[in-house]
């Protein structure tokens, strides 16, 4: 069983940086690839960024590539999501996920989930 808890959503203007962080319960977190999802309203949601068990992989999709980065401690149970450069189109609940072994872009394929926090971007 692994528990996740996302933390350091926020209000922040077009242009500015925030950094979200994933914290994990468990003794077997690297194990787990995790990955970033977000929902913006009336949307489905959608990938963002995904980081193998290591950390020495990882992807992002194109809307976020340049511009976000994933990153792990495993030490301290934590993934972090720095998301610089910040664009009114990625105001979205952003949820962290987790699934033991390689990662993978498709959120059906993540067995555990956190609670999300909020991204909100003005112009």
């Known amino acids: 069983q692994v528990q996740l808890v996302e933390s350091g959503g926020g209000l922040v203007q077009a242009g500015g940086s925030l950094r979200l962080s994933c914290a994990a319960s468990g003794r077997t977190f690297s194990r787990y690839a995790v990955g970033w999802f977000r929902q913006a309203p009336g949307k489905e949601r959608e990938f963002a960024a995904v980081?193998?068990?290591?950390?020495?992989?990882?992807d992002y999709a194109d809307s976020v590539k340049g511009r976000f980065t994933i990153s792990r401690d495993n030490a301290k149970n934590t993934v972090y999501l720095q998301m610089n450069s910040l664009k009114p189109e990625d105001t979205a609940v952003y949820y962290c996920a987790a699934r033991y072994g390689s990662g993978r872009s498709n959120e059906y394929e993540y067995d555990y989930w956190g609670q999300g926090t909020q991204v909100t971007v003005s112009s």
């Open positions: 980081i193998s068990r290591s950390g020495a992989s990882t």
